[in-house]
């Protein structure tokens, strides 16, 4: 365990990691349909319009202090919007973000991770096709702006 807690947890011997992914003692599939609720639970609480308070429409992230940004966006958030696709994929769930789309969108801009917002929407669009959801389910119309 790291001294500063806001540094992530090691693992340093293998089969401690090998312990914890034992598919005799974990649904994998379950584990991600946990993660991808857990990550869409806390976005949905903590991602608003203009979340950093800048007030500033267009302001790119690169003239805010980085010192703000993690205020802001601490680390679970952080993983969250990173990661939630990858943890819906993993889990064969249908879980999406409805509400809260848009400020997800903004929040990956204030982590400079645009891009990483664009790759995941591809992703999850390739998902859902593929899954026969259907497309109305990602409900884009009930966006939220609030």
Excluded at 5 to 23: A, E, G, I, Q, V
Excluded at 77 to 102: D, E, F, N, P, T
Excluded at 113 to 119: L, V
Aim: glycine fraction near 4%; include cysteine.
């Amino acid at each position: 365990i790291p001294e500063d807690l806001t540094h992530p947890l090691r693992l340093h011997h293998p089969s401690f990691r090998d312990f914890l992914l034992s598919k005799d003692r974990l649904d994998e599939k379950r584990a991600h349909q946990v993660l991808a609720s857990s990550c869409i639970q806390l976005m949905s609480q903590t991602l608003n319009k203009d979340i950093c308070k800048i007030n500033a429409p267009g302001r790119q992230a690169s003239q805010v202090e980085s010192s703000w940004v993690k205020k802001c966006l601490p680390p679970e958030v952080k993983y969250a919007c990173l990661y939630w696709v990858q943890h819906i994929k993993r889990s064969g769930s249908s879980l999406v973000l409805q509400a809260h789309l848009l400020h997800w969108l903004e929040a990956l801009g204030w982590m400079g991770k645009t891009s990483e917002g664009i790759q995941a929407i591809l992703s999850l669009e390739a998902y859902v096709s593929v899954s026969y959801l259907s497309i109305t389910s990602i409900s884009l119309t009930n966006l939220s702006l609030n």
